[in-house]
């Protein structure tokens, strides 16, 4: 579907199971930038996708424990998975796609077999064991990987930037509510909507929504109404706390994030779904701009984010 509104032009249509949504401020560039996004999306998802058995992130896994090559975007990906478990203590970790497995995630959310045995979890390997020399990667064995946590924005970062070097225009790509903007924003910059769970942002505006204006990098919004299902009569979730292998203590709904890339606004909202209570000094301390949202719905914001 494609939209001209205010002198933005607009796609939207769906992949990886998340809607994306495209807008430029030169409506003669949506075509080409389309077709730049879409090369983005489906370059990762060859070298990225835990869904895919032909994916290099497949072949990783079934070589655990022995050096594999990898190409140079899959390298890149994981160069930053394991640069946001630095960043994070290990909050967001690369080696939790093992315990997604056990939980069922092994296909798309709308697939997922809801199994009859609640799973049993453990702790993960651990982003430190991961090995990464130049082009080779290796892992413990049995490591299973998952690069949700950062490869969605990172995508997105890297599809705004191809379009306005491409086309010169101003772009904004989401991904399933991972927004990266580049190039010259329109006046009064882009206004992103703010929600629970990724909608229709040309439907009215759900109840506790927000609207706030990004003129540069990105926004993330992490939680945990997206990505539930059941498992073994056991409702779940897709944002594992790597210490214990299962899903975030439910302390927040919601958590989005402003910064200077979409990668790293993501990186923050995820690691501080999985913190709980600890979150908030800590993003106080950052100083990012953070809209929290508690599981009964309160709001909390730091870091100047909007009233």
Known sequence: MTALRDGVATADWTAWTCRVR???????????????????????????????????????????????????LLAEALAVALRAARLTDGDVDPTVGGALLALGYDRDRDRVDPGTVPPVLAPVAGWWTV??????????????????????????????????????????????????????????????????????????????????????????????????????????????DPRTGQPARPVWRTVSVAAGSCTDANTVSTAAVVRGHAALPWLRELGLPARLVTEHGDVVTTGGWPA
């Not at 389309?34 to 896994?61: G, Q």
């Not at 892992?139 to 705004?160: M, Q």
Request: proline share 6%; aromatic share 4%.
């Open 22 to 72: 495209l807008a430029v401020t030169e409506p003669a560039a949506l075509d080409e930038a389309r077709a730049v996004v879409a090369a983005e999306l489906a370059a990762v998802d060859r070298a990225c996708s835990r869904f895919r058995p032909d994916s290099e992130l497949a072949a990783v896994d079934a070589a655990s424990g022995r050096w594999t090559p990898v190409g140079p």
């Open 131 to 240: 090995e990464l020399d130049g082009d080779r990667v290796r892992t413990p064995w049995g490591t299973r990987l998952d690069l949700g946590a950062t490869a969605k924005a990172w995508t997105a970062d890297r599809a705004a930037a191809a379009v306005t070097a491409r086309t010169g225009a101003g772009a904004l790509v989401s991904i399933g509510g991972d927004v990266a903007v580049a190039g010259p924003a329109p006046e009064g910059g882009w206004r992103i909507r703010v929600e629970d769970v990724t909608g229709d942002p040309d439907a009215p505006a759900p109840t506790g929504s927000a609207v706030v204006s990004v003129v540069d990098g990105g926004l993330a919004t992490s939680g945990t109404r997206a990505r539930r299902w059941r498992r073994g009569g056991v409702e779940v979730h897709h944002l594992v």
